[in-house]
């Protein structure tokens, strides 16, 4: 079954304190992105990848970072999380640029 | 600038027929995506319209009008699992043309 997942699903954390919010897709797309979500603010990407090693900052990248050292995974890396970054995170991937994107099912994160 | 532009709120009723607008300030772009969300959950594709024109999908359809710098989403023998948010989405042609552009979504509420 084609699948995007992300863990962990809900997360509760204090300032500063580093955090990785996992991705890993099995539909061998090249095209990966990190979405955050806050009510009145529509999705706003934060990274995406166009294929391993190749990485680039979205809209709202202030705060996180990425890697992509194999095709199928994508993590989100808040290495001193801050209470603004408390939002519903989602991992996307597509076959290509243009293509369908397909979600992850989100994480809710809350940064205390 | 870049924008797409949504109403934030639409109600109807269990039977009507809704229709949500999107309109849009971009130079170009390849096409226009719909994606459905509800309560949640995961953004989910609903259709894709490359060139203007109708594109149906069961009670689902999709128009598209580059001329008038617009598109719509039409939902017909509305359900109450109908309710849900609905985002219009482009990538750009021009300039980065690697990632989508997002309306901010409209919140459909379905009463019986």
């Known amino acids: 079954e084609a699948q995007v997942t992300q863990n962990p699903r809900y997360l509760i954390t204090v300032t500063g304190k580093k955090l990785t919010v996992t991705c890993s897709q099995n539909?061998?797309?090249?095209?990966m992105s990190w979405y955050r979500q806050d009510p009145g603010l529509g999705l706003r990407q934060i990274y995406y990848?166009?294929?391993?090693?190749?990485?680039d900052k979205g809209d709202v990248p202030e705060g996180y970072k990425v890697s992509r050292k194999e095709k199928r995974n994508f993590p989100l890396i808040l290495e001193s999380p801050s209470p603004n970054q408390t939002s519903l995170y989602f991992c996307?991937?597509?076959?290509?640029?243009?293509?369908?994107?397909?979600f992850g099912p989100g994480t809710r994160l809350l940064v205390l | 600038g870049q924008s797409l532009e949504q109403p934030s709120e639409v109600t109807a009723v269990e039977g009507a027929i809704v229709q949500i607008n999107c309109t849009y300030q971009?130079?170009?772009?390849?096409?226009l995506s719909w994606y459905q969300q509800h309560d949640g959950g995961a953004p989910t594709f609903l259709s894709y319209?490359?060139l203007d024109g109708l594109e149906e999908t069961g009670r689902f359809s999709s128009f598209l009008s580059r001329s008038d710098s617009y598109g719509y989403l039409l939902l017909q023998e509305l359900q109450m699992k109908d309710s849900a948010s609905y985002f219009c989405a482009v990538r750009p042609n021009a300039g980065n043309n690697r990632k989508l552009i997002w309306g901010l979504g409209t919140s459909l509420a379905v009463n019986p």
């Open positions: 990848s166009m294929n391993v090693e190749v990485t």
């Open positions: 319209n490359a």
């Open positions: 539909m061998n797309h090249e095209y």
């Open positions: 996307a991937t597509q076959r290509g640029v243009g293509e369908t994107q397909y």
């Open positions: 971009t130079s170009g772009f390849y096409g």
